[in-house]
């Protein structure tokens, strides 16, 4: 009975990703990432944001930075309603400043900071250990997170550019480019 288990796991684990691979044909490569939803069992391809301008940021909820939380959120409701997604990655990478409980992350985000942009379960951002979408936009920017809330801006068409950690989100340079790439 366990093999014939092992055996449909695989058989399903196979089937959807050639299902995968035809559904998302036409989502940038980048995108491309089966990535579980924070405090949840939930999977979801990154490629549901294709049409959209995406800004990925690790984040943490007991950094000196945390505070970018609230203007991250402010960024995203401003611009939710023009093809603009926020998708937030926790992590312990630096110093341990992320809780270790997922619950505890999703309470601190909604009770502290209203948070209502998508969030993701906690993982590695950088070196060996990072999740594929991390490892991705680090081989494709040259780029790796140096600490927590570096910022990935990534066009519709798959352009990436990074800003790092004393980058805020409501800062011209990154204002600039969000408006450039909604055309707003």
Known sequence: ???LRVVMNKLVFILFTLFSSYVYADCPKILNHEIRVLD???????????????LAVNVASRCGFTYQYESLQAL????????FVILGFPSRDFMYQEYKEESKVKEFCSTEYG???????TSSVKGKKAN????ALTKNTGAKPGWNFH????SKDGSI?????KIEPD???????????LQL
């Not at 995203?76 to 093809?83: G, N």
């Not at 948070?115 to 379960?121: E, L, Q, S």
């Not at 910022?151 to 990534?154: A, E, G, M």
């Not at 550019?161 to 950690?165: D, V």
């Open 132 to 135: 594929t979408f991390f490892q």
């Open 40 to 54: 949840s069992t939930e999977f979801i391809n990154l490629c549901k944001y294709e049409d959209k301008v995406v």
């Open 76 to 83: 995203y409701e401003k611009y939710s309603k023009e093809d």
């Open 161 to 165: 550019k990074s800003f790092s950690t």
């Open 115 to 121: 948070v209502t942009f998508p969030m993701f379960a």
């Open 1 to 3: 009975m366990d093999l």
């Open 171 to 181: 800062s011209k340079i990154l204002m600039d480019e969000i408006s450039k790439l």
């Open 151 to 154: 910022k990935y801006l990534i």
